[in-house]
């Protein structure tokens, strides 16, 4: 594997379910990143990962909530999720420390479409 | 707080030269990125201007102006595969790192034979 995956790549969940996306990055870098993607809005940050440590919570919901086990690994959990959390979920990884952190490595996205 | 406002759509034919504007209004951040996202696909990163003025990599160039709250990207010899979608981002100063990206809502380009 190479870059950075993200599984599933399309997941349908009922408001009541409980589920998480799950990504990996096999860059070696050190920082990681959720992002929602909604048509036709700018991608949204989520959080924020930096040498493990939670580093930004935008004002996520509750109802998400990150994990991050290691530099390579990075979860998002998911419960009572509303139809309008429905979007494309992308992680991200970039290296901190070199001065190129806003150089990030996209995922290829998990298409969450809650019923 | 942040803004970036860059055209919904552009639609030229290969082998032209487009150009993709990005306006901003912020009080300060670190440098302008853009990243390409073709459908179903993931954003990649194509360029980043510290500082004013252009940086070329190959057929793309991109160019910043921060007196006048102002980038663009310009993509030179369009080709069918350059048909994506482009989005700019800063990295705002308030933010405390240049991770922290804001994203535009992107411009879908379209190259026609």
């Known amino acids: 594997e190479t870059g950075v995956t993200q599984t599933p790549r399309h997941l349908v969940m009922g408001m009541t379910n409980k589920k998480s996306l799950k990504c990996e990055q096999h860059?070696?870098?050190?920082?990681m990143y959720w992002y929602k993607q909604s048509a036709k809005k700018p991608l949204e940050l989520m959080f924020v990962y930096s040498l493990e440590e939670r580093v930004e919570n935008n004002s996520v919901p509750s109802r998400f909530s990150p994990e991050c086990p290691n530099s390579s690994h990075l979860f998002l959990h998911l419960h009572t999720l509303q139809p309008e959390d429905s979007a494309l979920y992308l992680c991200a990884s970039s290296q901190e420390g070199t001065g190129l952190s806003y150089e990030q490595y996209f995922g290829p996205g998990t298409r969450l479409t809650v019923t | 707080g942040q803004s970036l406002e860059q055209p919904s759509e552009v639609t030229a034919v290969e082998g032209a030269i487009v150009q993709i504007n990005c306006t901003y209004q912020t009080s300060g951040f670190y440098g302008l990125s853009w990243y390409q996202q073709h459908d179903g696909g993931a954003p990649t990163f194509l360029s980043y201007n510290a500082l004013d003025g252009l940086e070329e990599t190959g057929r793309f160039s991109s160019f910043l102006s921060r007196s006048d709250s102002y980038g663009y990207l310009l993509l030179q010899e369009l080709q069918m595969k350059d048909s994506a979608s482009y989005f700019c981002?800063?990295?705002?100063?308030?933010?405390?790192?240049?991770?922290?990206?804001?994203f535009g809502s992107g411009t879908q380009l379209t190259v026609l034979p």
């Open positions: 981002a800063v990295s705002p100063f308030s933010s405390g790192s240049a991770r922290q990206l804001t």
């Open positions: 860059l070696g870098h050190n920082a």
